[in-house]
């Protein structure tokens, strides 16, 4: 009787935690991971110009930190598995590895901020290194969290369902699919934004602060939300890690056939074959099987080498691109949202009507064959980006070389000035508060000025080898002056500076006071309407004007400026606006896409249909694993292979992908699909047991482990 009330208490309780049939731990779970990859994708979105724009590093460098990162992002999830399967469980192992997470968030976007003082307002760290040391410390932390937690969430999620909710499960990780993309097209839709807000006191510069502080308070909501739901989660022990198991089978057949290796042994039909000493013939037939597909796997971080560029090199592509679609402005790092875009259209589309139709026209469109067209799409996309990335250079600024320099001169003299430049006797009529067409090339750096003032006004000046300078002439052109110039395009903003053509100080909007016929520094805003004050004791007036990306300006003030209203200001082009839009891009973003779904989608099916159902998760292990090769190969790359053009580097790696795709299809013709299923059954006949005796033994040895495995395999194969 006890016993009665005790079950009919379990199951009260049961439908006490249970909403319209679903756990009521399960949103709680699901909310986490919407938080979660809000945070890890809104982070991500924004990297690689922060590593440029902040830190100031170099392009190349900036990519191979970035590939690095996402490198250790792949490879950690190995460890979670180990440490949740074999030690804590799933639960704690997220616990402690979401704290982890968290603070690794919290330490970036700590790093990001920057005190702007009076004698630091271009935006650098007043201390460089110890942002760096923190932004890598933090960095390492959440690759450390967000694969350590990876292979766990799911998982878990399907610990919570019981028999009778099967349908429940499927639904469940179709949402949890759901929410993953949600929150990637969210974050790197709304991080950007956050990251174009203009920070400081003094420096209109990026809000990297911001841009990572959203992240970094989503991840903490997501650890809040997950422990909430502590009291209603179903916590199971750990299993045992079946990784570790075939390790050391896999361990031991290496060992015993270097011991046996001499001549008197007789030869083993397969390598394998030498563990049959001390493990079972089932696992020993069972690794076969896995060790088959992942040799598969060797050419296949190729793939990810060109994919995950679309959020380093594709990022800076974009950044010399126009994203002003009229109703908006689109910034470089938002055209990341066209993968996820793609990626919920593309997928039921292929599964539904395009497999379906090659398969009615009679083509036999095996698994190995899809990947193998998946990776000519990447080389196809690649080579979309080299044509884009030539358009772009056609339209950059032609610089002076190593022994050239360039000069521009910009008259502010009340009246037109006739202005030659010896040696060269060079002859330019400028206009009052106008400027010379273009920047003029010498191959020499010692020059004369003279001006048809009365009397004529001569001066001598030492131009900048290999630089860009304008000779500015003030209302006195006496003490005409030369202004260094910005040789390179300023990537993702714009830079202006003011020359002060009125009689007394300004005070301009963010800059120092300029006195009379003086000249500020370059200052970098971002994209779209930008406002300026000036302004001299009670006189002031606001001058606006609507930027594009990588221009440098250069605004003349006139002696009239606060009669008109700031309306006199004369602009002067120092380096045009990026002119390329970012809708060239599309294109490449489709057919990368395109490859991802007939290469990762059909690549994880062929993989589970192939290998033994107790070895699922040995080979979700082995395919993060060619994601993380792939950045490394991205990372060798871009220190081995530097070229000149960065159309070429594009072309490489096409190359490189067309090469291994040529030697993916020669193994894929090679390759004999088999049954796991069968083969296992043959081998328990062999052994005098029935597949039925042997799921009878296994059901009496350990309680609905079946039940844990199929749910398993549901969601690797959701996720």
């Known amino acids: 009787m006890p016993d009665e009330k005790m079950d009919e208490t379990k199951k009260k309780k049961k439908r006490i935690a249970e909403c319209f049939g679903y756990p009521i731990s399960i949103f709680f779970i699901v909310v986490n991971e919407f938080c979660e990859r809000f945070s890890y994708y809104g982070m991500r979105a924004v990297l690689v110009l922060y590593f440029r724009d902040f830190l100031r590093w170099e392009k190349e460098d900036a990519i191979s930190v970035y590939h690095v990162f996402v490198a250790l992002c792949y490879l950690t999830p190995i460890l979670g598995a180990i440490i949740a399967d074999s030690w804590l469980g799933k639960f704690k192992t997220i616990i402690y590895l979401s704290i982890v997470y968290a603070i690794g968030q919290v330490a970036v976007a700590v790093s990001a901020v920057n005190d702007i003082t009076d004698e630091n307002r271009d935006g650098k760290p007043d201390n460089l290194i110890f942002h760096k040391v923190l932004s890598m410390v933090g960095l390492f932390l959440i690759a450390l969290g967000t694969g350590g937690i990876k292979p766990c969430v799911a998982a878990f999620g399907g610990d919570q369902f019981q028999e009778h909710q099967s349908s429940q499960l499927n639904t469940f990780f179709s949402v949890f699919y759901l929410c993953i993309n949600a929150g990637s097209l969210l974050s790197t839709l709304i991080t950007p934004v956050f990251r174009a807000q203009e920070c400081g006191i003094y420096a209109k510069q990026q809000c990297f602060p911001l841009a990572f502080g959203v992240p970094a308070t989503l991840m903490v909501i997501s650890l809040v939300v997950f422990i909430a739901g502590s009291g209603m989660y179903t916590k199971t022990a750990p299993e045992g890690n079946i990784m570790w198991s075939v390790c050391k089978c896999i361990g031991f057949a290496i060992k015993n056939r270097f011991r046996h290796r001499s001549s008197r042994y007789p030869k083993r039909e397969h390598w394998m074959d030498w563990a049959d000493e001390k493990y079972d013939k089932l696992l020993v037939a069972q690794i076969k099987m896995v060790l088959r597909v992942l040799f598969l796997y060797i050419p296949l971080p190729m793939f990810w080498a060109l994919f995950d560029q679309k959020g380093s090199r594709w990022t800076f592509q974009a950044t010399s691109m126009s994203g002003d679609f009229g109703a908006f402005i689109l910034q470089p790092d938002q055209m990341q949202t066209v993968n996820p875009i793609l990626i919920l259209t593309m997928v039921p589309i292929m599964d539904r009507l395009v497999f379906p139709l090659i398969k009615k026209c009679g083509f036999n469109f095996s698994p190995l064959k899809r990947m193998t067209v998946g990776m000519l799409f990447g080389v196809m996309a690649f080579v979309s980006a080299a044509l884009v990335q030539i358009e772009i250079d056609k339209s950059l600024p032609i610089l002076p070389s190593a022994s050239e320099s360039q000069l521009k001169v910009v008259n502010m003299y009340s009246r037109t000035l006739n202005v030659t430049i010896s040696p060269s006797q060079e002859q330019l009529m400028i206009d009052s508060f106008g400027s010379s067409a273009d920047y003029l090339t010498f191959d020499h750096q010692d020059i004369m000025v003279s001006l048809n003032t009365n009397p004529v006004t001569t001066k001598a000046f030492r131009l900048l080898e290999g630089g860009r300078q304008t000779l500015i002439i003030p209302s006195d052109p006496t003490i005409m002056y030369l202004q260094y110039d910005n040789k390179l395009k300023p990537e993702g903003n714009t830079a202006v500076r003011f020359v002060n053509g009125w009689t007394a100080d300004l005070n301009i909007t963010d800059l120092d006071t300029i006195g009379p016929s003086a000249t500020t520094d370059y200052i970098l805003v971002s994209q779209g309407k930008q406002n300026f004050v000036l302004a001299h004791g009670e006189q002031s007036c606001e001058f606006s004007r609507k930027f594009g990306l990588g221009a440098s300006y250069t605004f003349l003030i006139p002696s009239t400026v606060f009669s008109t209203d700031c309306e006199s200001i004369i602009e002067v082009e120092d380096i045009k606006a990026n002119s390329v839009h970012m809708a060239l891009q599309i294109p490449q973003y489709f057919l990368i896409t395109t490859g991802e779904v007939m290469f990762s989608v059909t690549g994880l099916q ?114």
Request: hydrophobic share 40%.
């Open 606 to 719: 062929f993989s589970y249909s192939q290998a033994p159902k107790n070895m699922k998760s040995v080979l979700q292990a082995g395919w993060l694993c060619t994601n993380a090769v792939g950045n490394i190969i991205v990372l060798i790359a871009s220190e081995i292979g530097k070229l000149p053009k960065e159309w070429a580097e594009y072309v490489l790696f096409a190359s490189l992908l067309l090469a291994v795709s040529f030697i993916f299809s020669i193994m894929a013709y090679f390759y004999t699909y088999i049954d796991p299923a069968e083969i296992e059954a043959k081998i328990r006949k062999e052994q005098g047991l029935e597949p039925e005796e042997k799921e009878k033994e296994t059901l009496e040895m350990k309680e609905k482990d079946e039940d844990k495995e199929n749910d398993k395999e549901v969601k690797q194969t959701k996720i």
